[in-house]
């Protein structure tokens, strides 16, 4: 992949802050700031120091979720 194809993909890409991640997840925002604090997912941080996920973040969570409910 060239560096321009790279950012592209930056570019395009959705990040959620909390409330829309947890909306697009199926858990409250509280719920998932009590992930963040017992370090169960690790959120990226934006130029406020805001945690912020990736498309793929939430995807990666979804499927945590879903594991732990099978289990």
């Keep these: 992949m060239t560096l321009s194809v790279k950012m592209c993909k930056l ?17 409250s925002r509280q719920t998932l700031h009590a992930w963040i604090r017992k370090t169960w997912v690790k959120p990226k941080k934006d130029y406020r120091d805001y945690p912020v996920f990736s498309e793929e ?15």
Excluded: Q
């Excluded at 570019?11 to 858990?27: D, E, F, P, Q, R």
């Excluded at 973040?57 to 289990?71: C, G, H, Q, S």
């Design 57 to 71: 973040d939430v995807k990666n969570i979804i499927a945590w979720r879903k594991e732990l409910k099978e289990a």
């Design 11 to 27: 570019l395009v890409m959705k990040i959620y802050n909390v409330s829309l991640a947890s909306k697009k997840i199926g858990v």
